[in-house]
């Protein structure tokens, strides 16, 4: 147990077995008063039943806090993500990474109005969640304790927490008791999972994992077409319907789901310094991550574009490794955020069995517009014999060492 | 015309009809020898006709060179491109691109044994071919006098361009009159296609535009499963099959061909400056990419691969622009090289209607393998309390920030 | 010549006899009307005896502009890169490169108001100038034609410039007549030269070609101390006294110059190509570089701080290539100057015979401030345990590929 | 105290009072067997002494190690990092990082040799030093135990060192009874300070805490000129006299010191978080920057070199970090070493009252070089016309970039 004294604590509460043993533990071990936090990001669970259950744990009703913070999450945490096209390791689209700068803020908020000293929650001493939420917590408040029950205390087999649990009366879901085949997270831009089933990363995921999306070979046999609208970056309109963010993404989420799109099977490098083997699926964010590079193909100027592809791989792993609220993070999104002033206009895609491809893109801000393109009257911009100087001036370098070589071999 | 006066020019010749009206072009134009070459990339084409018609066209039969090119462009320009996970904007195999240095290369070579004092190609002035040819020719010979008569004559008009071919007995095929609806380049990698009916970038390609995959609608409707081999980078064998690289580029893309996997629409921005629009086909090369970075996934660390990842769009920038016989491209393949040695083992792969997803991967090299990741008798290297310190320590800077921010606003 | 009809052309005229030259040869050569533009950018040259020059060589008094932008060319460019720290091959701070954006934005806002339908300039055909130039006049203005009288005329000898100028009645200084031994150019950041003596690069340059700066071995034998101050990221004081851009930077001039500060000799690689030999003396820039990073060392992250250095190579880049108008160097700028905020401080350096050593540096906004790094009340933010987790979890990959490579040798 | 059990630990023992503490509480804590390990890096101290006390200390001969490792320092450490240019925070020289490496590595070799099951070093619990010597450890040998004293021991201020100095018979010498007013690092290529009299940053470094360097202003009056010879990257000889690596860097440092050359006073920002002020003398390792980045402006091609520029700020902070046992370090390091080839020549340098300026440099490999600038007979390589077509494709993107902006805005 942390040597610092706590008198009352915000914990990041799901309203499950775990973080209720959590709550437990941390009345019984530090005797302080517990505030519950519990966010709707879309994970799909309802939040009535967490309250029920943080009541009858014995938290007073003014220390539950329940939000729903789906249009911020999406508005402000998966767009600006997304505007950078971030893949972290070529392929996973940050889904749970992008969600924990979201909950730490929002603990730390809560911590202030209910002057509470400490924030608490459920991620294991293995994992890269941890890292995230107490990043988040100590550049929000430095002066923070933080309590990681998972590295602090001796429940260290599922026998003993069900014991404790047991002891504190605490009710347990039948199909809790045993050891989980494999666990899981979840919020609107995607579900993940893994342990045990999926620890032989020589092995298929099994189909009963995938929570998110059909399995492709059970998607329609006919593709879906969808245009999606764009304004500066961010996604606004399906099939020319405005929509909030979370509204939009949801959507996308439908289609996704229906056409076996986003799932993705993965061993990917923790910031803590092992491997691991994930399950995603990203429904709507990977028709997403399309249809948004599909915009830009036509709206994005090329310098700008290569800068942004260049600089994309540190993004993702700033997200990834939790430095959302970092400078640094901060300063690449100044910076990808001024490209897309004029990224807009309409990406039709092809939704089928698993995939989503870009069929068509248009913009009133088109760089490909043949117009732009001819810049005086009865004049085109290009003339075929620049192109001879172009070339020779982009050679000299090479034929100087081309020269340097023939005469003394390096 | 180009006022230097030349004796004998190697013509990257195909065989078809504007290569044909260049090789009398120059000819005429320059009045000089020419030398034709002409290569299997695995195009698709027989090699036969290009002899004879380079015979009818009054080349002497030892002017004319004729190479099977395959087994070197894969071994030491596409393997070694698909080492970097190279993708163009994010989502370009490069199939075109990696092709014109070999030819460039091998042009110069008969060039030397000619001792001819011109190349010749017939790429276009507004595309990135010429600039890939040329690059090439330059590093390798830097006095080399080059001719792109695209850049040069008169012919500006298919009209025209066909009158001189009617005018000096040049064979057109019946489909060779009009304008082509696209224009397509093809190798062992890939085959492209782009011009009039793909020009607006809103419309969808029409099928009839693939040549080299089956509409992923059309696919069959079961799965097939496939291994691949890799040492040090290289696939090696399929299905426990080992072949050589040319062969091995071949089966994946009858397995992607089959399955409908590789098509992209891409909108792309030319290095000589404008956008255009383009179709590809990647069947192999696509399922290689995942199974690369499959592989890679358990055998490279964390280090290697983020660095990897973080220059990556500036090798496929490189290769995209024609600086592969460049310092800077060689520097890259040297850095990534070194990278790969343990880069061996199965990835096994599931093709399905345009999709090639990793299912699997094992390697007797593999860093996620359980036993290494315990470092002495009874002891594993993890220790949960170490997080709380790692993390801490990472924090560090962020809390002072924080600290700032609250006392002083910034 | 070029082969547009060109009506009124905007030249950016020095008052020298090769920009007089120019001058006239647009006259006659294109008969089109000239319109003059000089500015003073702190080259150290009256502007008056151009203007009486221009007028002289039958310019009409309402087509001669003259402009002092020398507080727009420290406030708009020189700072703005100065807060990147900006280097060219590690050494040049891009003295002449950051000058060439601001002319030709004023030449083209001339050109619009004058109704004119053409820029022209005195930069040579070898050089990185013209570049700079024309990128920023077809980036502000794509439908301008641009005339470059040393690309396209015939007068390719200094006999033959001369010719030309007497023949047109254009005066010629006694020590114009001759091929000067050097080029020169110059602005309130710097002076530079190339050519002739400087050519062999193993060759000293000789004393006489400095302009600005005293030979270090002439110096004072005592050193000066001064101390400037910043406010997010800009010197806005020396010595205590508030200053205008333009007035501090011609203060520190006078300053490096007095202690022989901010010479080089440089082989740089030009955009065009070749290798050239320059010589710089930027006195005042050089002071200003070191206290930026003096005053940035205590108020910028670690994170951000390590961002910069890393896209300081590309910014500097940009700028020497002249891409001061494309929006890869205006997100760079975006990003460089969100980390500004709190770049604000005062910073000690000692000049001394050819070196500005930063000495001391203090701000309110310090990060080593040790009050910052105390998080609570009798509790330091460091505990010496938090980095053996911290080192542990660092070393845990690099743990496991020693394993693999105990085991397997690589 | 760690929880393992040690039997024979290697002690990177400097002979030092601090060390021999460590050796002596080693010894009680542990009760194990201590081996030390000294080595002579060009620290400027005779290793006898260290011998003497350690057989004092009861440490049986023939676990006392000394090895004179300054060839290998400076050869395959020192010389391959100036390969990079590599400067942290775009000044350091990194000597006490570089040094760390080597330390770790020959300490390993002796762990093996006599079965030691831990290592252990002096390096204190808030600084690099300790991750650049356990970083090194453990990638070398993963199942070592580390044991780091100034993280385990409750010795926590002076009075209680000198307590157990006093009570365990170790030697104190009479001014290392105090708090020193700064600590000291030093090696061939260095030596730095930091502590107490050096911790306000507004404050100039006394003038007592340099040793390596003259004060700048009682340095000779006039210039030292040298030439430095370089191969590969490499310098092998001064003033023509070829050397080996370490007498050299010994060579050059004379040279430095004289000339009060390579100065910094510093606030750099740690790996564990916290910002830190320092002072760095490197007076051969300063001269040796600018003499290499001078030969390889003349025999260097762009590409190279601009590629290197944008991977320093990497490579020196992976080298600062620690990481010099990592892949990606190494993957760096054979990217920069094969663009050494032919970094080759010599170059002059004026080293005059704390500078070194390059004034001349040539090579057999010059890329300068006029001959090899000239492709052909009587032709140069460089047509002033091609510029425009040059300028003309970079501007293109930036016409339309211009041409939208003026019709929409954006």
Same mark, same amino acid.
């Given at each position: 147990?942390?040597?610092?004294?706590?008198?009352?604590?915000?914990?990041?509460?799901?309203?499950?077995?775990?973080?209720?043993?959590?709550?437990?533990?941390?009345?019984?071990?530090?005797?302080?008063?517990?505030?519950?936090?519990?966010?709707?990001?879309?994970?799909?669970?309802?939040?009535?039943?967490?309250?029920?259950?943080?009541?009858?744990?014995?938290?007073?009703?003014?220390?539950?806090?329940?939000?729903?913070?789906?249009?911020?999450?999406?508005?402000?945490?998966?767009?600006?993500?997304?505007?950078?096209?971030?893949?972290?390791?070529?392929?996973?689209?940050?889904?749970?990474?992008?969600?924990?700068?979201?909950?730490?803020?929002?603990?730390?908020?809560?911590?202030?109005?209910?002057?509470?000293?400490?924030?608490?929650?459920?991620?294991?001493?293995?994992?890269?969640?941890?890292?995230?939420?107490?990043?988040?917590?100590?550049?929000?408040?430095?002066?923070?304790?933080?309590?990681?029950?998972?590295?602090?205390?001796?429940?260290?087999?599922?026998?003993?927490?069900?014991?404790?649990?047991?002891?504190?009366?605490?009710?347990?879901?039948?199909?809790?008791?045993?050891?989980?085949?494999?666990?899981?997270?979840?919020?609107?831009?995607?579900?993940?999972?893994?342990?045990?089933?999926?620890?032989?990363?020589?092995?298929?995921?099994?189909?009963?994992?995938?929570?998110?999306?059909?399995?492709?070979?059970?998607?329609?046999?006919?593709?879906?077409?969808?245009?999606?609208?764009?304004?500066?970056?961010?996604?606004?309109?399906?099939?020319?319907?405005?929509?909030?963010?979370?509204?939009?993404? =949801?959507?996308?989420?439908?289609?996704?789901? /229906?056409? !076996?799109?986003? *799932? %993705?099977?993965?061993?990917?490098? $923790?910031?803590? @310094?092992?491997?691991?083997?994930?399950?995603?699926?990203?429904?709507?964010?990977?028709?997403?991550?399309?249809?948004?590079?599909?915009?830009?193909?036509?709206?994005?100027?090329?310098?700008?574009?290569?800068?942004?592809?260049?600089?994309?791989?540190?993004?993702?792993?700033?997200?990834?490794?939790?430095?959302?609220?970092?400078?640094?993070?901060?300063?690449?999104?100044?910076?990808?955020?001024?490209?897309?002033?004029?990224?807009?206009?309409?990406?039709?895609?092809?939704?089928?069995?698993?995939?989503?491809?870009?069929?068509?893109?248009?913009?009133?801000?088109?760089?490909?517009?043949?117009?732009?393109?001819?810049?005086?009257?009865? =004049?085109?911009?290009?003339?075929?014999?620049? /192109?001879? !100087?172009?070339? *020779? %001036?982009?050679?000299?370098?090479? $034929?100087?060492? @081309?020269?340097?070589?023939?005469?003394?071999?390096?």
């Amino acid at each position: 147990m942390s040597d610092k004294r706590v008198k009352k604590v915000v914990l990041a509460y799901s309203g499950g077995l775990d973080t209720s043993i959590i709550l437990k533990w941390l009345q019984t071990t530090y005797g302080c008063e517990v505030v519950t936090f519990t966010a709707d990001l879309g994970q799909g669970e309802e939040l009535g039943p967490a309250r029920d259950k943080a009541l009858l744990l014995g938290i007073k009703p003014e220390n539950i806090f329940m939000d729903d913070l789906r249009e911020e999450f999406v508005r402000d945490y998966v767009f600006p993500m997304f505007r950078a096209n971030a893949q972290y390791e070529g392929l996973y689209l940050l889904g749970t990474s992008i969600a924990r700068p979201l909950i730490a803020k929002r603990q730390i908020e809560i911590a202030e109005q209910v002057g509470a000293d400490a924030v608490s929650h459920g991620a294991t001493g293995k994992g890269n969640d941890q890292v995230r939420f107490e990043l988040g917590y100590y550049a929000l408040k430095p002066d923070i304790t933080i309590i990681a029950p998972w590295r602090e205390w001796d429940l260290t087999s599922r026998t003993r927490l069900i014991e404790f649990a047991e002891q504190h009366q605490i009710p347990i879901a039948k199909d809790k008791r045993g050891e989980a085949p494999f666990s899981v997270d979840a919020n609107l831009l995607h579900a993940s999972s893994e342990g045990k089933v999926l620890e032989d990363p020589a092995v298929e995921v099994p189909d009963y994992v995938y929570s998110r999306t059909l399995d492709p070979e059970k998607a329609p046999d006919t593709p879906t077409v969808i245009a999606i609208d764009f304004e500066k970056g961010d996604p606004v309109a399906i099939d020319g319907v405005r929509m909030s963010p979370a509204t939009l993404l =949801a959507r996308l989420n439908e289609l996704g789901r /229906a056409n !076996g799109i986003g *799932r %993705l099977d993965l061993v990917e490098n $923790r910031f803590v @310094g092992m491997k691991s083997r994930g399950m995603y699926e990203t429904p709507g964010g990977t028709i997403l991550y399309f249809a948004h590079r599909g915009i830009e193909s036509i709206t994005l100027d090329r310098g700008a574009a290569h800068l942004k592809d260049e600089l994309m791989p540190k993004y993702a792993e700033l997200v990834y490794n939790g430095f959302w609220f970092s400078p640094e993070r901060e300063m690449l999104q100044a910076m990808i955020d001024k490209s897309q002033e004029a990224v807009t206009g309409r990406v039709r895609l092809k939704l089928y069995k698993g995939s989503a491809w870009v069929i068509g893109r248009e913009s009133p801000y088109s760089l490909y517009d043949q117009e732009l393109v001819t810049f005086e009257e009865g =004049a085109v911009a290009y003339d075929h014999r620049d /192109a001879a !100087g172009f070339i *020779r %001036l982009n050679a000299l370098r090479l $034929r100087t060492l @081309g020269a340097r070589k023939r005469k003394l071999g390096v």
